[in-house]
């Protein structure tokens, strides 16, 4: 891996539960210990079931969140330490695109003050120079250079989301943390937003950390994924890999549920639902659901080892389970007109959507 712009090592969070007034607190571990890095100017994908830890992790990258244990590198500068002028800079350098554009939105505000008030909080530009950025944002998601004088109620959903990614913008981030941009999104919008993400990532050198329930979505976004289960890596390595050549049967369940959905694939759906991180099951998380689970996978947790060149997964059988995704191909974007959703398909190369504000 080339050198390093973010590097999580050991990242936990717990929190203390307490069930009624005098009740004693329990530990809820909702993420334990994560570590992974992200090359400049890449994508990492973390793709895991509600519950997962997914968005714990995102506020602890935005700071939303203090670490219970680990550390968080951006450049080589740990995060921790960051106070006054150090932590204005950072809050500028990583910006966050969240999932309901509408809720993140002020109804009461038109749109070019809401891409404007972050340039005008940090005193950035001055007033004409403002307006100017602002048009330019607009005009750069795909958005006529005038429509800033309109409130977000008078926008579709994926304008919305289009005007959350200009104001995310307006600073010059680095990176962007974007927690499941287009799930709140029409299915026929999902791929315009996804799209021009990538359009974005590839004119400004943006580095992403995204967060998706859809292991689609973040397979055609990302060039490493890992997968998540009750706050741990079950697996995480390069898209090909885990698309491809998956090695734990978490993630082969995520590809057989987006397969089932396109109308392909024959891989066994995983039934059950995730267990609470209050009462962890002993051994492997994921044996209660897994039908590779034996006495072994019960009582001994596997650990998280690598099993191929930046390939890692956390399975007792790794290397012999069967490898049911072995024949489909890269991920793609359908873009028909009955859907445009994405969804892994057996084509190589995406075919581009045509941007429409």
């Known amino acids: 891996m080339s050198q390093s712009f973010l590097k999580v090592e050991g990242l936990r969070k717990t929190y203390d539960v307490r069930r009624g007034l005098f009740?004693?607190?329990?530990?809820?571990?909702?993420?334990?210990?994560?570590?992974?890095?992200?090359?400049?100017?890449?994508?990492?994908?973390?793709?895991?079931?509600?519950?997962?830890?997914?968005?714990?992790?995102?506020?602890?990258?935005?700071?939303?969140?203090?670490?219970t244990a680990g550390s968080i590198e951006l450049n080589g500068q740990n995060l921790a330490?960051?106070?006054g002028k150090e932590l204005d800079q950072f809050h500028l350098e990583l910006q966050p695109v969240l999932q309901d554009p509408f809720s993140s939105l002020n109804p009461r505000m038109r749109i070019g003050n809401i891409i404007d008030e972050p340039l005008r909080i940090h005193k950035l530009l001055s007033g004409a120079e403002r307006e100017k950025r602002v048009k330019e944002l607009l005009e750069l998601v795909g958005l006529p250079g005038d429509g800033g004088r309109r409130f977000p109620h008078e926008l579709s959903g994926g304008q919305r989301q289009r005007v959350s990614i200009a104001r995310a913008l307006g600073p010059n981030p680095k990176c962007m943390v974007l927690d499941e941009p287009v799930s709140a999104l029409d299915v026929s919008i999902q791929a315009q937003i996804l799209n021009l993400l990538k359009d974005l990532?590839?004119?400004?050198?943006?580095?992403?950390?995204?967060?998706?329930?859809?292991?689609?979505?973040?397979?055609?976004?990302?060039?490493?994924?890992?997968?998540?289960?009750?706050?741990?890596?079950?697996?995480?390595?390069?898209?090909?890999?885990?698309?491809?050549?998956?090695?734990?049967?978490?993630?082969?369940?995520?590809?057989?549920?987006?397969?089932?959905?396109?109308?392909?694939?024959?891989?066994?759906?995983?039934?059950?639902?995730?267990?609470?991180?209050?009462?962890?099951?002993?051994?492997?998380?994921?044996?209660?659901?897994?039908?590779?689970?034996?006495?072994?996978?019960?009582?001994?947790?596997?650990?998280l080892r690598?099993?191929?060149?930046?390939?890692?997964?956390?399975?007792?059988?790794?290397?012999?389970?069967?490898?049911?995704?072995?024949?489909?191909?890269?991920?793609?974007v359908d873009t028909s007109a009955k859907t445009a959703q994405p969804h892994i398909a057996l084509v190589q190369k995406p075919v581009p959507v045509q941007e429409t504000p």
């Open 81 to 83: 330490g960051l106070r």
């Open 23 to 67: 009740g004693r607190a329990r530990p809820l571990h909702a993420v334990a210990g994560v570590s992974f890095e992200v090359e400049a100017g890449t994508t990492f994908g973390l793709v895991g079931e509600s519950g997962s830890g997914k968005t714990t992790i995102a506020k602890m990258l935005m700071l939303a969140e203090p670490a």
């Open 201 to 303: 990532q590839g004119q400004l050198d943006l580095t992403y950390i995204l967060i998706s329930h859809d292991l689609a979505v973040v397979a055609y976004m990302s060039k490493r994924i890992g997968v998540l289960y009750l706050g741990e890596f079950m697996e995480i390595g390069a898209t090909e890999d885990i698309v491809r050549n998956s090695r734990h049967p978490y993630t082969q369940a995520l590809i057989a549920s987006v397969e089932s959905r396109s109308g392909g694939g024959s891989a066994k759906l995983v039934s059950g639902e995730i267990p609470s991180p209050m009462n962890p099951p002993p051994g492997c998380p994921f044996n209660p659901r897994c039908p590779h689970a034996v006495d072994r996978c019960r009582s001994e947790k596997p650990k």
């Open 306 to 332: 690598e099993i191929g060149p930046g390939h890692w997964a956390a399975c007792h059988f790794s290397e012999s389970i069967p490898n049911v995704t072995a024949n489909t191909a890269a991920p793609a």
